[in-house]
């Protein structure tokens, strides 16, 4: 799956074999498989690539975007309305605050993280800075952490920075 960031997106058609198949996906998410059929069918979440057999195949960001999709489905909300969670969700754009943030917890260095968030509260005031930088970031760092991408301990720094 190395390098598979841009399988599902139709933009590498060289990575297609790359990736897991629908089988271990559906163990890892406790999503069964014809549900993650119906989400990609239905409400092009993700939109897998294919093997050259046909066969879906998983990138790590299809895995992120089915563990939104299942975590919206798990609190509750329709399928539908849990789809246009996760796209808005997707939708949002990094700001350079949000970048700094986010390497800075990358290289562990608090900081680092201190002064990224400091330097978003200078500029955008402290509503904004925790809207706009301080909850995607921590969302993503999430989304790392559940996907295998961080481990616990850079999740752990990067939180106990923010509380400071």
Known sequence: MGGGSNVGNGEDSSSRTDGL??????????????????????????????????????????????????????????AADAAANVRALLRQPETEHVADFLAASRRMDPDALRTALDAAHDELGLGVTLDSVLMPSMRQIGTWWASGRCDVGREHLTTEVVRG
């Open 21 to 78: 198949p629908i089988h271990q996906v559906s163990d890892l998410l406790g999503v069964p498989a014809p549900t993650l059929r119906s989400w990609e069918r239905r409400y092009g979440l993700p939109l897998t690539a294919r093997s050259a057999g046909g066969h879906r195949r998983y990138s790590l960001v299809d895995l992120d975007q089915l563990r939104l999709m299942r975590d919206e489905v798990a609190r509750g909300r329709a």
